[in-house]
């Protein structure tokens, strides 16, 4: 891979991660995904004192679909047991698909909740903070991530291309999904737009919503 492409594909990964922050919360919201990483990160969190109850929210995905027969969610939950969680900490919400779906059903599982601690992937850090303050608002919501470097460490379950093809589609949808009411607005820095721009003309377009393929 050239190292142009590189350089801005770790623009974006370094900018949409960079809005990670944590903070003693009602509960724990887990987007699952394709990387059992992320419930790692969410145990030890909690390991930590910063919430009693663990929310594991996940069905199926573009990625685990095709990986996993089971929920996303079922699958972090075995990872969680074994990692020493008490079963009685963990609520299971194992329909939603997407973000706005993991923020929505986690709302209704915990209505009377102030400040919310989610935790997902490095890359999805900034949908997911910007998902949460369209869906849930009067939330306080933090959204944290394990530590993951780029391009080295990302999971080898999508590799490097498929991390790309990722960030550039999630880009898209932060400049896009404010106008639907699934995230708050939010300006990208024009180095943002020009990387994500060279890596839409590279070929990475295999995230991207329909009508932009």
Same mark, same amino acid.
């Given at each position: 891979m050239e190292s142009s492409t590189l350089a801005h594909a770790r623009t974006l990964w370094n900018y949409l991660s960079s809005f990670r922050s944590e903070g003693p919360a009602d509960a724990i919201v887990v987007c699952c995904s394709y990387d059992l990483r =992320? *419930?790692? !990160? &969410? *145990?030890? /969190? /909690?390991?930590?004192? /910063? &919430?009693? @109850? /663990?929310?594991?929210?996940?069905? $199926?995905?573009?990625? $685990? @679909? !095709?990986?996993? $027969?089971? #929920?996303? &969610?079922a699958v972090f939950a075995e990872r969680a047991l074994a990692k020493g969680i008490p079963e009685a900490s963990i609520v299971l919400e194992d329909r939603a698909t997407n973000f706005g779906e993991n923020v929505r059903l986690a709302r209704e599982l915990l209505p009377d909740a102030k400040h919310v601690l989610f935790v997902t992937k490095p890359n999805s850090v900034l949908r997911v903070l910007l998902t949460a303050r369209a869906q849930w608002p009067g939330v306080e919501a933090n959204v944290s991530c394990p %530590?993951?470097?780029? #391009? %080295? &460490? =990302?999971?080898?379950i999508v590799g490097v291309l498929g991390v790309i093809d990722e960030m550039v589609g999630d880009v898209e949808r932060i400049r896009e999904y404010p106008k639907r009411g699934y995230q708050a607005p939010h300006v990208l820095p024009t180095e943002v737009d020009e990387s994500w721009g060279y890596l839409v003309q590279q070929g990475f377009t295999h995230h991207l919503m329909a009508k932009s393929r």
């Open positions: =992320v *419930c790692d !990160h &969410a *145990c030890e /969190l /909690l390991n930590e004192g /910063l &919430a009693q @109850r /663990l929310v594991l929210s996940g069905n $199926t995905g573009n990625w $685990t @679909r !095709h990986l996993w $027969t089971r #929920p996303e &969610a %530590d993951i470097w780029f #391009p %080295d &460490a =990302v999971s080898n």
